[in-house]
């Protein structure tokens, strides 16, 4: 139990959802009261009025499963390991930390899991809801107390207290200082060169101008200042998109691509991020894949490499080219056909950005 409230990797969050305000004492005892994971892999929970919740998702790695799990205010007296079925290979209530109590739901390899379409659902003051899956066999119950309504509960206030637990890699973007940075960013493609093409004729130069123009609103309103290589649907050479990067007092290049498979391998997905020369491109491109990774679970790191590509060679600030998925994998594809997936990609790169402006200047 020690071992894994110890490990560091613990602390490396994939997704989390914030879920309500009012705080507890620290000291107090556990806020959750009870908790049942039903047949329909619905987890329901039972907790004191008004408690603010912190719910987690982190993939798998080499010593765990995919794992969720929910902080509550208050210390839990008696840390336990509960044997899961089906799915659920376990089940541990431990202590993260003094005056805290920790659910944590391990789940089994094989399960499929879409933890961005996961939503915590505050029932009334003190009972929340969230499917996390769908058997595919049947699942035994699993839980301690009793989660059901309380004849004696407050008043029912459903506008408040029906949270939409949000999943966003990170809800706050770090802070630089306002007017004193400079991005280009390099929409890959356009025009009569749609980039790669992909399931269902989703095409490249689409899917990278939107994810761009987000960057750009969400930098912008950090205060710093952004130029797109292209706005539109227009055809741009590589060497004006350098010259035009190369003209500007830019402070790093961000070209924004995505990926096609040779033959059209449904089952080839994955990110990747390249840098030319430098070790500021590759600490950029580090912060950049790390973020990108975030928001899309499941699809494989394909890491920071160097490459030669032109726009990344030839400009003269560090640049990096980030390939936000393979159009033409299942996976990846799937998931870029959506606004509300490009949006997130959108806001892990801008993440990164920030970062590496935040430290390196
Ligand atoms: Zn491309």
Same mark, same amino acid.
């Given at each position: 139990?020690?071992?894994?409230?110890?490990?560091?990797?613990?602390?490396?969050?994939?997704?989390?959802?914030?879920?309500?305000?009012?705080?507890?004492?620290?000291?107090?005892?556990?806020?959750?009261?009870?908790?049942?994971?039903?047949?329909?892999?619905?987890?329901?929970?039972?907790?004191?009025?008004?408690?603010?919740?912190?719910?987690?998702?982190?993939?798998? !790695?080499? $010593?765990?499963?995919?794992?969720? &799990?929910?902080?509550?205010?208050?210390?839990?007296?008696?840390?336990?390991?509960?044997? /899961?079925?089906?799915?659920?290979?376990?089940?541990?209530? /431990? %202590?993260?930390?003094?005056? %805290? @109590?920790?659910?944590?739901?391990?789940?089994?390899?094989?399960?499929? $899991? +879409?933890?961005?379409? &996961?939503?915590?659902? #505050?029932?009334?003051?003190?009972?929340?809801?969230?499917?996390?899956? @769908?058997?595919?066999?049947?699942?035994?119950?699993?839980?301690?107390?009793?989660? *059901?309504?309380?004849?004696?509960?407050?008043?029912?206030?459903?506008?408040?207290?029906?949270?939409? /637990?949000?999943? !966003?890699?990170?809800?706050?973007?770090?802070?630089?200082?306002?007017?004193?940075?400079?991005?280009?960013?390099?929409?890959?493609? *356009?025009?009569?060169?749609?980039?790669?093409? #992909?399931?269902? #004729?989703?095409?490249?130069?689409?899917?990278?101008?939107?994810?761009? %123009?987000?960057?750009?609103?969400?930098?912008?309103?950090? *205060?710093?200042?952004?130029?797109? @290589?292209?706005?539109?649907?227009?055809?741009?050479?590589?060497?004006?998109?350098?010259?035009?990067?190369?003209?500007?007092? +830019?402070?790093?290049?961000?070209?924004?691509?995505?990926?096609?498979?040779?033959?059209?391998?449904?089952?080839?997905? *994955?990110?990747?991020?390249?840098?030319?020369?430098?070790?500021?491109?590759?600490?950029? +491109?580090?912060?950049?894949?790390?973020?990108?990774?975030? =928001?899309?679970?499941?699809?494989?790191?394909? #890491?920071?490499?160097?490459?030669?590509?032109?726009?990344?060679?030839?400009?003269?600030?560090?640049?990096?080219? =980030?390939?936000?998925?393979?159009? @033409?994998?299942?996976?990846?594809?799937?998931? $870029?056909?959506?606004?509300?997936?490009?949006?997130? =990609?959108?806001?892990?790169?801008?993440?990164?950005?920030?970062?590496?402006?935040?430290?390196?200047?």
């Amino acid at each position: 139990m020690s071992k894994f409230l110890n490990n560091k990797l613990f602390r490396y969050l994939a997704v989390f959802l914030f879920l309500n305000s009012a705080i507890l004492p620290v000291k107090s005892s556990s806020a959750l009261a009870a908790w049942a994971l039903k047949t329909n892999g619905v987890l329901e929970l039972r907790t004191k009025s008004n408690t603010n919740l912190k719910a987690y998702f982190q993939k798998a !790695n080499q $010593l765990y499963g995919d794992r969720f &799990w929910v902080d509550f205010p208050g210390e839990l007296k008696n840390p336990r390991t509960i044997k /899961g079925n089906g799915p659920i290979e376990e089940i541990r209530l /431990g %202590k993260p930390s003094d005056g %805290k @109590t920790r659910l944590v739901i391990e789940f089994k390899e094989e399960t499929y $899991l +879409a933890p961005l379409t &996961w939503r915590m659902v #505050g029932l009334d003051q003190n009972r929340w809801r969230i499917k996390l899956f @769908t058997p595919k066999y049947a699942f035994k119950e699993i839980g301690e107390g009793f989660v *059901g309504k309380r004849i004696t509960v407050f008043k029912k206030n459903q506008n408040s207290n029906y949270v939409r /637990g949000k999943v !966003n890699n990170n809800l706050q973007l770090p802070n630089v200082k306002q007017n004193k940075f400079s991005v280009v960013i390099d929409p890959g493609h *356009g025009g009569p060169d749609p980039g790669a093409i #992909g399931i269902g #004729g989703i095409r490249e130069s689409d899917v990278v101008l939107d994810v761009s %123009k987000i960057v750009k609103k969400l930098l912008s309103e950090k *205060g710093v200042k952004v130029r797109l @290589t292209r706005k539109n649907e227009i055809d741009l050479d590589l060497s004006p998109r350098v010259s035009f990067a190369n003209k500007t007092d +830019a402070d790093i290049f961000v070209s924004i691509h995505a990926n096609a498979s040779r033959g059209k391998r449904r089952d080839i997905n *994955g990110l990747e991020t390249f840098y030319f020369r430098g070790w500021k491109g590759r600490f950029l +491109a580090k912060k950049i894949q790390k973020e990108i990774l975030r =928001v899309s679970p499941g699809s494989p790191d394909r #890491g920071v490499k160097q490459g030669r590509f032109y726009v990344i060679k030839n400009t003269k600030m560090p640049a990096v080219l =980030v390939e936000i998925g393979f159009l @033409t994998g299942r996976l990846d594809a799937r998931r $870029l056909e959506k606004a509300a997936h490009r949006k997130r =990609v959108a806001y892990a790169i801008t993440k990164g950005i920030l970062e590496y402006l935040s430290k390196v200047g």
